[in-house]
């Protein structure tokens, strides 16, 4: 079975310093890993994934992750934080058990940014 | 323009009335999915198709159906739906697996009294 942590529910970053948002992961398989964006009122935006090519993926907007398998764990992280990147931020894990993909979604990462 | 599109966006409904929300996809995906997000608890993925004809369950599928007659379409059904089913749902599609980026429709918010 494939499950998900994000281990904090709520993030607050003053604007200009850096952002870490973190990310959890368990998988019996190779796994997908993606970390999605979600502006209020908005449908979901992919951010970057990471499909067992590098270990350090780069995404839209600044924002990168690293792939850790040794700690499991797929930190988002971005050097400095902008006020349009006030929003909630989902990790999520996709793997294949017997030939059938499953999506599984951590709960997210409201992240709030001071002026 | 490439989109998924789901209808209604806004639906109260009672307990009890069968309701269907459409989802379709014009980028030729062959998977899509179904998701409820609720406030706490992420999305949760109800149920996925792989292709035509073939469908699963996900994490949370009791009360819903799906079907896919069609590679473009993939409906959400609720026989009978319940006030527990008040929720936000998502549509979303990609191609050939989730591994690929799933691209989600706008949502439809549910309220069920």
């Known amino acids: 079975a494939q499950s998900v942590t994000q281990l904090d529910s709520h993030v607050s970053v003053s604007e200009g310093t850096p952002v870490l948002l973190r990310c959890n992961y368990s998988s019996s398989y190779s796994p997908s890993l993606f970390w999605y964006v979600q502006h209020p009122n908005k449908g979901l935006q992919l951010l970057l994934k990471y499909t067992s090519a590098a270990t350090l993926v780069k995404g839209i907007n600044g924002f990168e992750a690293e792939f850790k398998k040794s700690e499991t764990s797929f930190h988002l992280t971005k050097p400095s934080a902008h006020m349009s990147d006030a929003a909630e931020y989902f990790c999520?894990?996709?793997?294949?058990?017997?030939?059938?993909?499953?999506?599984?979604f951590g709960t997210g990462t409201k992240l709030q940014v001071i002026p | 323009e490439a989109q998924v599109t789901q209808n209604p966006r806004y639906l109260i409904t009672v307990t009890g009335k069968k309701l269907t929300v459409t989802c379709s996809q014009n980028m030729n995906h062959e998977y899509m999915s179904w998701y409820r997000q609720d406030p706490g608890l992420g999305l949760r993925q109800i149920y996925y198709?792989?292709?035509?004809?073939?469908?699963d369950k996900g994490d949370v599928p009791e009360g819903y159906k799906v079907s896919r007659k069609e590679k473009r379409n993939f409906p959400l059904i609720l026989e009978s739906p319940s006030p527990n089913q008040t929720s936000l749902y998502f549509c979303?599609?990609?191609?050939?697996?989730?591994?690929?980026?799933?691209?989600f429709g706008q949502g439809t918010r549910l309220t069920v009294v």
């Open positions: 979303a599609s990609s191609p050939i697996g989730p591994h690929t980026e799933a691209f």
């Open positions: 198709s792989m292709n035509v004809e073939v469908t």
């Open positions: 999520v894990v996709s793997d294949a058990p017997g030939g059938y993909q499953k999506v599984t």
